[in-house]
């Protein structure tokens, strides 16, 4: 059974930043790890991946603010947050893909950034 446990998210102010973690345990060979997100009344929506080999694909709406990386030693992702905009408030879902064809989705954490 695959488990992604979260961490990092909180409430900031409009600039401020916030890093992310994600960290997932069991039988898994990773292809590609990320975060996405969802915000009330909308669709969730990818905000960064990067696969196993290192590509990597950001929305445009955090390209230069947000920074993605991995430890796949740990097999965890971080989402490194700055200058963030109170538009960036939602939740945060960590999303790891399998060699096998598994999609596993963490619980969530709540970012909020007030203006």
């Known amino acids: 059974q695959v488990q992604l446990v979260e961490s990092g998210g909180g409430l900031v102010q409009a600039g401020e930043s916030l890093r992310l973690s994600c960290r997932a345990s069991g039988r898994i060979s990773i292809v590609a790890m990320g975060w996405y997100r969802q915000a009330p009344e909308n669709e969730r929506e990818l905000v960064a991946t990067?696969?196993?080999?290192?590509?990597?694909n950001y929305a445009d709406s955090v390209k230069g603010r947000f920074s993605i990386s991995t430890n796949n030693a740990r097999n965890t992702v971080y989402l490194q947050m700055n200058s963030l905009k109170p538009e960036d408030t939602a939740i945060y879902y960590c999303?790891?893909?399998?060699?096998?064809?598994?999609?596993?989705w963490g619980q969530g954490t709540q970012v909020t950034v007030s203006s």
């Open positions: 990067m696969s196993r080999d290192g590509r990597i």
């Open positions: 999303n790891t893909k399998g060699y096998a064809g598994g999609d596993y």
